[in-house]
């Protein structure tokens, strides 16, 4: 069974998602990017990291926690480092 903080997580990292798309279609690259980092900095409060070694641990037990972190690389960018360092992180687990 998926835990309430889990679902909380998926929501989150989808109502995260769709208001950067919405401000890369409607901001040039250099502000969107340096919108992105306020953003994720403000949201996630520093907290991303231990979200995805949840998610990362969870996915035994739980299908839906891959596609999460899929969806918070796609809203990180591919160059970020928690990305970088999640995805390898990902793969090693899955493979």
């Not at 208001?19 to 520093?46: H, M």
Request: aromatic share 10%; glycine share 6%.
């Amino acid at each position: 069974m998926v835990s309430k903080e889990k679902i909380l997580e998926l929501l989150q990292a989808t109502f995260l998602s769709r208001i950067l798309l919405f401000a890369e279609a409607s901001l040039p690259e250099s502000q969107f990017r340096a919108y992105r980092k306020l953003v994720l900095d403000e949201f996630w409060k520093g907290k991303l990291g231990e979200a995805l070694d949840g998610m990362l641990a969870s996915l035994g037990d739980d299908p839906s926690a891959r596609e999460a972190m899929l969806d918070v690389f796609a809203v990180l960018g591919d160059e970020d480092p928690l990305t970088v360092e999640y995805r390898r992180r990902l793969s090693s687990a899955l493979f």
